[in-house]
T-cell receptor, first 116, second 117 residues
């Protein structure tokens, strides 16, 4: 069975600074997807970034980028130029490539605080 | 655009009663939907996979007789919490996948807060 681990329950960053959230996962599959989701106080799940395992290039979305290390099974999220609106809970998630389309396995989450 | 809508967003029910939460895919059909449960400051835990026209697949440890899932159409899945107790109080979220030529996109509902008193 696949597992996702986020070892940082809470992180803090100064506004305009850069912060990295860690995520490791365990799987025996070779093809899969990895995601970072943001959950603000409204509880709405917002997709931040997505990475296909077969792609070597790290995904980037504006101020958000990932460091995907497939061999190490590591998938960290870097937030550059942090903004107050980035404060939220962040979840790393895994999805198998083939089965049960849409079934996600989530990490424990990291609460990010952004200080003005 | 594609949206997943949940209703109600908040519900309070008395202990021992049943409550139904709806998950609708708007503007697209979803043969599979997923139900998650989230306790405060914790992660989303998959409860079950809702399959249109067939029985739901429950995750280990989830009581299928307590959490009834019905996926009667391609746009609607319902979660019914039967004989609710205070420990069932939680945040419930559904998701649905839109399949397209460019890939699969997962959409989440807004979630439903259940409080059992």
């Amino acid at each position: 069975a696949q597992t996702v681990t986020q070892s940082q329950p809470e992180m803090s960053v100064q506004e305009a600074e850069t912060v990295t959230l860690s995520c490791t996962y365990d799987t025996s599959e070779s093809d899969y997807y990895l995601f970072w989701y943001k959950q603000p106080p409204s509880r709405q799940m917002i997709l931040v970034i997505r990475q296909e395992a077969y792609k070597q290039q790290n995904a980037t979305e504006n101020r958000f980028s990932v460091n995907f290390q497939k061999a190490a099974k590591s998938f960290s999220l870097k937030i550059s130029d942090s903004q107050l609106g980035d404060a939220a809970m962040y979840f790393c998630a895994y999805r198998s490539y083939s089965s049960n389309t849409g079934k996600l396995i989530f990490g424990q989450g990291t609460t990010l605080q952004v200080k003005p | 655009g594609a949206v997943v809508s949940q209703h109600p967003s908040r519900v309070i029910c008395k202990s021992g009663t049943s409550v139904k939460i709806e998950c609708r895919s708007l503007d697209f059909q979803a043969t599979t939907m997923f139900w998650y449960r989230q306790f405060p400051k914790q992660s989303l835990m998959l409860m079950a996979t809702s399959n249109e026209g067939s029985k739901a697949t429950y995750e280990q440890g989830v009581e299928k007789d307590k959490f009834l899932i019905n996926h009667a159409s391609l746009t609607l899945s319902t979660l019914t919490v039967t004989s609710a107790h205070p420990e069932d109080s939680s945040f419930y979220i559904c998701s649905a996948t839109l399949d397209s030529r460019s890939g699969n996109t997962i959409y989440f509902g807004e979630g439903s807060w259940l409080t059992v008193v």
